[in-house]
């Protein structure tokens, strides 16, 4: 763990930035964010492994695998596999330029799924997912009507690419203006607040022949720095 912290300290350094389940996954995730400490060595480690799942996200086209390699690499779990799980009963509405960027007309046929994506008991991202149905195989809509398999899964056969609209980091572990600062915080001996979402992600996803065809809202959630205790830094 101590190798990883340093390496993704050296990455921050670098300047990277920018199926089914039984149980609920609400009901698996813990009740409070990871408890890391409130010093300056805390907010940099976290600062610079938010980078690194950043840098990780932006390039691949599948968040999904993506995380599975996140969760195996920091042991979140005994077993590095993503399970997803629909949250129903919500229908939100497609943003404002969704047509625009899914280059469809005003009549054309949108449906909404929203996902949590989670590996063991933590919930590692809440996707928001708009597609149009008449630009998937009859089979892969079956599959997302009647499964919570994860969306980058279902359409892994249209060889999808993956272009971000935007990567924006919601919670900022040091400051702003923290490197003009004589020194960083110093160590309070308290838990390190972190909000829910610490990261947003919003995609289009095209198909072989440069065809949009999803649009994804990923909200990355605290959960995504629940490591093991193996730092000083640690409770």
Request: aromatic share 6%.
């Amino acid at each position: 763990m101590g190798g990883m912290r340093r390496r993704a300290t050296w990455t921050c350094a670098l300047g990277l930035g920018s199926t089914l389940l039984l149980t609920p996954l609400h009901a698996r995730e813990p009740e409070t964010a990871p408890a890391w400490r409130d010093d300056a060595t805390s907010r940099l480690e976290a600062l610079a492994l938010l980078q690194t799942l950043n840098a990780e996200l932006l390039s691949h086209p599948s968040a999904t695998l993506t995380l599975e390699r996140w969760c195996g690499e920091h042991h979140l779990a005994p077993e590095a596999k993503i399970v997803a799980e629909r949250v129903k009963g919500e229908d939100k509405p497609l943003p404002a330029d969704g047509r625009s960027q899914l280059q469809i007309g005003a009549d054309e046929p949108v449906r909404y799924r929203r996902v949590q994506l989670a590996c063991g008991n933590h919930v590692l991202s809440e996707a928001d997912n708009w597609y149009v149905p008449a630009r998937l195989t009859e089979a892969m809509n079956r599959e997302l009507d009647t499964t919570d398999t994860p969306f980058g899964k279902v359409v892994q056969a249209l060889h999808f690419r993956r272009q971000t609209l935007s990567a924006e980091l919601l919670w900022p572990p040091l400051p702003q203006g923290w490197e003009n600062e004589p020194s960083l915080t110093a160590a309070t001996g308290t838990a390190l607040a972190i909000p829910h979402h610490v990261l947003q992600h919003r995609a289009v996803l095209f198909d072989q022949s440069n065809q949009p065809f999803s649009l994804v809202v990923e909200s990355y959630t605290s959960q995504v720095l629940a490591f093991p205790a193996a730092s000083p830094h640690r409770p």
